[in-house]
């Protein structure tokens, strides 16, 4: 069983920075994808990025392509999201979530973190 937490969240003015941060504890994560979702207020959860932890490549939402970068700490069990040139837009609480590779639904959520970004 994997359990999470996000940190790293604020706010931000619009063309600036912020790095998010998951910590995972319990299982190891050779076995895993984490990913990065994202829910703004009225608005259904969106995918953002995910990495397969034991080789490092990720992916991303076309929206963000460019503008953030997943990254991992295999030591520190840690997952990162950099997150440069934000709009107002990216304003949403961010959530990182684990699934077993083969497996479709992502099983163990976190906390969430709020992101503002103001214009």
């Known amino acids: 069983q994997v359990q999470l937490v996000e940190s790293g969240g604020g706010l931000a003015q619009a063309g600036g920075s912020l790095r998010l941060s998951c910590a995972a504890s319990?299982?190891?994560?050779?076995?895993?994808?984490m990913g990065w979702f994202r829910q703004a207020p009225g608005k259904e959860r969106e995918f953002v990025a995910h990495i397969l932890w034991i080789h490092g490549s990720t992916s991303y939402a076309e929206f963000v392509k460019g503008r953030f970068t997943m990254s991992r700490d295999d030591a520190k069990k840690t997952a990162y999201l950099q997150m440069n040139s934000l709009k107002p837009e990216d304003t949403a609480v961010y959530y990182c979530a684990v699934r077993r590779l083969g497996v479709t639904a992502y099983a163990a959520w976190g906390q969430g973190t709020q992101v503002t970004v103001s214009s």
């Open positions: 319990g299982s190891t994560l050779n076995s895993y994808v």
